[in-house]
């Protein structure tokens, strides 16, 4: 027997097929990896072993300064994994053939999350090892402090960055407003409230969820208790969305 309103196999299956079959949705997925690897060689590349020391003193930072590109790609992705529910009555399609608004949300934040962590972690390994194969005598290798935690933990906030987009997006019904405005609040907002709100800023989901790729933290959070905080901003992200979803007319 079915438990009500979780995912099942077929359901999570047609996710995957609409996923695969959207140019936009696909390609932004592939732009993490691209995004985020390609920054961080090209920096790399340029510094090399004789300028790395110009990236700041956080070597374990450093290597993962591509991050906040991919992030964007991240946010892309999990918008317009929803967007496309909303467009021209595709939502009516889609509760159509699976009735249960809770079962068709849940397998479609399932679908975003699996594919952004698996997504992300290939992209942290990859920026890790070939970032560093530039670094010269100043390289870190996986088993110094911090490495595995960052890699790890770099793909868990690409997927938690591409949940919160889906969440805002089921919430807001639009991938565009969502991009236009979540784009620029991780990019700039953190750093605002840092200066205005005495260190506010370090509770942003960006600035929280990036200190597991860190050496040292700063501020009232650690690394694993700043990505708990970029987590509890998906979870919310995500229950909006949720409500939105059974109660709005499709």
């Known amino acids: 027997m079915k438990a009500a309103g979780l995912p099942t196999v077929p359901v999570l299956h047609s996710e995957w097929i609409k996923i695969r079959s959207v140019r936009a949705t696909l390609g ?5 990896l691209l995004a985020t690897t390609g920054i961080t060689l090209l920096i790399a590349a340029a510094l090399g072993a004789g300028q790395a020391e110009a990236m700041g003193d956080d070597r374990l930072a450093a290597a993962f300064y591509g991050v906040n590109f991919g992030q964007i790609a991240a946010v892309a992705f ?8 909303f467009r021209d009555g595709a939502l009516r399609v889609s509760l159509t053939a699976v009735p249960n608004r809770s079962r068709l949300y849940l397998s479609k934040a399932a679908m975003v999350a699996v594919l952004a962590f698996l997504t992300g972690e290939i992209t942290g390994v990859v920026t890790f090892v070939t970032g560093q194969a530039f670094m010269g005598e100043r390289a870190l290798v996986l088993g110094d402090p911090g490495t595995v935690r ?16 889906a969440g805002l997006t089921a919430l807001a019904r639009s991938g565009t407003l969502v991009m236009s405005l979540l784009i620029p609040f991780l990019l700039i907002l953190p750093f605002v409230i840092g200066q205005v709100a005495g260190g506010a800023g370090q509770f942003m989901p960006d600035r929280a969820g990036q200190l597991v790729m860190r050496m040292t933290a700063e501020g009232a959070l650690g690394p694993w208790s700043g990505l708990g905080v970029a987590a509890l901003w998906s979870l919310a992200a995500l229950g909006g969305g949720w409500l939105a979803v059974r109660r709005r007319a499709a």
Do not use: H
């Open 150 to 165: 960052a890699v790890f933990g770099s793909g868990v906030y690409l997927m938690l960055i591409a949940l919160l987009a």
């Open 28 to 32: 932004s997925l592939i732009a993490v």
């Open 78 to 85: 999990g918008a317009t994994v929803f967007a496309g529910e």
